[in-house]
């Protein structure tokens, strides 16, 4: 949230800037995704700061002149996290999850 809030205070500050591009990763339940939209939409969207892709930009991007003073999120739904066990330089008694 916090880092929310600081983005929000910045383009208040300077409207004029570039577009700031924020990439999250998600590794959680539907439900705190759901929790995370709100944040960004409660923080950035009232003061029409995210920019939401209509008509024929869903395809492509505008110009980022275009895009001053808003958000661009890149959204990424992270995949199952994996590791693997290894406990010596041998293979014996090694867990490997892949």
């Known amino acids: 949230l916090d880092v929310l809030r600081v983005i929000r205070t910045f383009l208040i500050s300077n409207p ?3 577009p700031i591009i924020l990439c999250l990763e998600s590794h959680c339940s539907t439900l705190n995704q759901e929790k995370m939209a709100t944040h960004v939409i409660n923080i950035l969207q009232k003061d029409n700061m995210v920019y939401i892709p209509s008509g024929k930009d869903v395809e492509t991007l505008p110009s980022p002149d275009k895009m001053r003073g808003k958000v661009v999120i890149k959204y990424k739904i992270g995949g199952k996290a994996s590791s693997a066990v290894f406990d010596d330089n041998d293979e014996d ?3 490997n999850p892949f």
């Open 16 to 18: 004029d800037t570039l």
């Open 93 to 95: 008694n090694d867990v």
